[in-house]
């Protein structure tokens, strides 16, 4: 079932409300065009608005998922209800590989389902849980914001360059690496901000430009072989960036493109910044090779929506995230606080 509505709240964007007995996601596929809301009653649909990237981003991904698991719990049959609810997290793991928020979200998850002694008791707590995991996203993106700006220590506006959506539709609201140019914003230190379109699925240009015009923040959107240029002519300071996944040595997993600016920013002297939640981080994996990293069907490259772009059946290197090194990255910010230059030393002293 689909429906329309209004994404904008007394809190900003959002594109996620739930609602006890269902789920709504704003349906990002169809931005900046359509406002769609589509509903969704059971986990095999929130799994699938996963996978088909109706919500997508790492936390709201993870988010998402947690809801899918209370609406798992709401719908079982009653009689091996347990098993149901199992069969709900499995297939919400299997919808994306990357971000690691899904599996930090369905673990929490798993974690209340375990303790609960009836369905009725699952019901309640798993919808409770997830409500938790939304707000405290919320809170963890309102409190990088501020250790980002104290890490600028900015005196006067200054542009900043960013990569892909890291919004309030990445999120739970408010956002992580965009949170910090909203917060620079409000603070009347943004001078300009840049947008990478981000091909091939154009997070940039269809949700972050919209996202940021939306709440009346000017943007400047560029394609992403821009970039070097605009940071070698345009007095840019930061290149701010979210994350799918960071590892235990500080490298950072995040959408395709991400590395390549990196490696821009260190030549032109612009520092680089990763804001992510604590929920992003993964110190189980010692290092981004470990980390899968998703590739989509070639189509996304070939055509967009149904235009083709390439000749017809020509074979694409489709991969939608990249690892960039820790070296090559100034800061990452978290809602625990800052590791600079990360490294080992570094991640272990702030996550353990
Ligand atoms: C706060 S969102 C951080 C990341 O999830 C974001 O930068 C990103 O790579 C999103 O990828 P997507 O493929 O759109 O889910």
Known sequence: MAKQGTSSTAMGTVAIRWHGSRLELLDQRLLPGEEHWMTLEGASGVAQSIRDMVVRGAPAIGISAAYGVALAA????????????????????????????????????????????????????????????????????VAMADHALDLMNLEKPVSVLTHCNTGALATGGYGTALGVIRR???????????????????????????????????????????????????????????????????????????????????????RF??????????????????????????????EIRGIPLAPEGVNVFNPVFDVTPASMIDAIVTEKGVVHSPNITGMKALFG
């Open 74 to 141: 709401r719908h079982a049959g009653g009689g091996d209800w347990k098993a149901e609810i199992k069969q709900a997290i499995r297939e919400l793991a299997a919808s994306r590989p990357t971000a690691v928020n899904l599996f930090w979200a369905l673990q929490r998850m798993e974690r209340v389902f375990h303790a609960c002694h009836s369905l009725d008791e699952a019901v309640k707590r798993l919808a409770s849980e997830a409500e938790t995991i939304h707000r405290e996203d919320v809170e963890a993106n």
């Open 184 to 270: 620079m914003h409000e603070k009347k230190l943004l001078k300009e901000v840049f947008a990478d379109e981000t091909r091939p699925w154009l997070q940039g240009s269809r949700l972050t430009a919209w996202e940021l015009a939306r709440d009346q923040i000017p943007v400047t959107l560029n394609a992403d072989g821009a970039a070097a240029s605009i940071l070698a002519r345009k007095d840019v300071r930061w290149v701010i960036v979210g994350a799918d996944r960071i590892t235990a040595n500080g490298d950072v997993v995040n959408k395709i493109g991400t590395y390549s600016l990196a490696v821009l920013a260190r030549h032109h002297r612009v």
């Open 273 to 302: 910044m990763v804001v992510a939640p604590s929920s992003t981080v993964d110190m189980s994996l010692a290092s981004g090779a470990e980390v899968p990293l998703e590739e989509r069907d070639g189509l996304e490259v070939r």
